[in-house]
């Protein structure tokens, strides 16, 4: 028999997605063929699975902590946000359609059969599989038709763990009122909670868990310290770069503006991680720093709506300015889009505006097409001519006469573009900064030296860290019937 547990969170952002990660690498540590699974996600964070599907990025790197490959079954339903009130619908890896709030929830029971096929299959080659949820439970105005927390979990009869973030405050009440509105149904699955990201001397605590237990009749199951090695794991949710702090002067100072659909941005990751490089995501309203050496476009799922927002913030002209002060400019997959003369949309694929003039920085435009290409890639960079690997997720054909000097091979066709000084690049490749080697060349180019380090290997690292951090103050009798 397959073992299974969840774990649901009392609001957004409590910590789901680390643990659940940690207690991943805990059992693949112990020996046990371990799986993670988030039935829904919403993210514009995604990844290329093993199995060539598109996945939440979360689930990628759980995958990662359970040392086996990523599978599109591992997050069968994934929502792209792409305007306010409408989501692109990702179905076991491939486009199943677009709908807004009020039609997506009618087209949950359908997708419902995909969540527990996915899960099924999970189950049927590992000893143990660790969920995630989303959201919270206690929104019950969700309830009906649910596939993504309780709904899910009676479906499927999975125990779950409640996660509870006691750094934003009001824990004990979030506990108790997700307890408190539960329905009876709901209510039963709850086996215990977590507390998470607790900070100074836990034994401050020991009231409140007596209380939490008079209120639930509800065990704790640990309650677990601000994970340090946290913060070097790809991150999912972009709430987190609202909260990034600068790590003071640096040598390169990389300026990266925050987009309304800005998407995988942990392809800028490694470039944090190196200790000579300031990477300072900028907020709207606020300039592109003039001390800037580079800017990179990130990422979009709405190329023609953030590149609206972009001039709405000014940032056309801080790039030119950029550009007058000789910095350099790397566009990223939706980026590279909005670097060229023009992007249109004839089908109308992101929404009713269907042609925009580009930033002109690269002599391309782009037209968006129905097919769309998702595909692990190796490359290589004919700039510096170090090997590459990454993945694209991206609609649109681009053309014109920057592309004749591109950036890089793509399994051996060419990819992307750069101005005729060198200063400006575009590619579809993500995950380029990965590259210890590409990075290294990059920085050399600034002047400093960086790449010597194993960007991946420190992810392993750091996933190992969380691993034993978590498995210190879990309560051992649970940690063991969980993985006998």
């Not at 927002?309 to 007058?324: K, T, V």
């Not at 793509?410 to 690049?425: E, H, L, Q, T, W």
């Amino acid at each position: 028999m397959t073992k299974t547990i969840m774990l649901q969170g009392t609001g957004s952002d409590v910590g789901k997605t680390v643990l659940v990660a940690a207690l991943c690498r805990i059992a693949a540590n112990r020996g046990l063929k371990v799986r993670p699974f988030k039935p829904q996600n919403m993210s514009n964070n995604a990844a290329v699975s093993d199995d060539g599907g598109e996945i939440g990025r979360a689930q990628w790197l759980q995958a990662m902590a359970c040392r086996v490959p990523s599978s599109v079954h591992m997050n069968p339903v994934l929502l792209k946000p792409q305007t306010d009130n409408g989501s692109q619908i990702i179905v076991q890896g491939r486009v199943y359609g677009q709908a807004k709030g009020k039609d997506y929830q009618r087209l949950k029971p359908e997708l419902l059969q995909f969540v527990l096929e996915s899960f099924e299959g999970l189950k049927t080659d590992a000893d143990l599989v660790v969920v995630e949820g989303a959201g919270s439970p206690a929104e019950i105005n969700l309830r009906a038709g649910d596939i993504a927390n309780m709904g899910f979990a009676t479906a499927a009869d999975v125990p779950v763990v409640l996660v509870g973030d006691i750094d934003r405050g009001g824990v004990i009440a979030s506990l108790v009122g997700t307890h408190t509105i539960l329905p009876d149904e709901d209510r039963q699955m709850v086996t215990g909670y977590i507390i998470n990201k607790f900070r100074g001397d836990v034994s401050l605590f020991d009231d409140g868990i007596r209380q939490i237990e008079a209120f639930t009749g509800w065990n704790c199951f640990g309650v677990v310290p601000w994970l340090k090695a946290a913060s070097r794991l790809p991150a999912e949710d972009s709430v987190v770069l609202e909260r990034l702090v600068s790590k003071g002067k640096a040598a390169l100072k990389v300026a990266v503006p925050m987009l309304p659909r800005i998407a995988n941005f942990d392809d800028l990751d490694p470039l944090s991680a190196e200790e000579q490089v300031e990477l300072e995501f900028v907020k709207p309203g606020m300039p592109l720093p003039a001390d800037a050496g580079l800017v990179v476009i990130p990422g979009s799922k709405s190329t023609i709506g953030d590149l609206k927002a972009l001039r709405a913030n000014g940032w056309d002209r801080d790039l030119q300015a950029h550009m007058r002060r000789g910095g350099r400019v790397i566009g990223i997959c939706g980026g590279y889009q909005m670097l060229g003369r023009r992007v249109t949309d004839p089908l109308g694929l992101e929404g009713e505006d269907r042609d925009i003039e580009g930033l002109g920085l690269l002599d391309i435009e782009t037209e968006m097409a129905r097919e769309k290409t998702v595909r692990n890639s190796v490359a290589r960079s004919l700039q510096y001519d170090v090997a590459l690997e990454g993945y694209e997720i991206h609609l649109g054909d681009t053309r014109g006469a920057d592309c004749a000097r591109p950036f890089a091979l793509i399994d051996n066709r060419p990819d992307g573009a750069i101005s005729p000084d060198g200063r400006v690049m575009g590619t579809y490749l993500h995950g380029l900064f990965t590259s210890d080697a590409y990075r290294a060349a990059l920085l050399a180019d600034f002047g400093i030296q960086g790449g010597g380090q194993s960007y991946r290997q420190g992810v392993e690292t750091a996933l190992d860290e969380v691993a034993t951090e978590l498995e210190a103050v879990l309560d051992k009798d649970w940690l063991s019937r969980l993985m006998d």
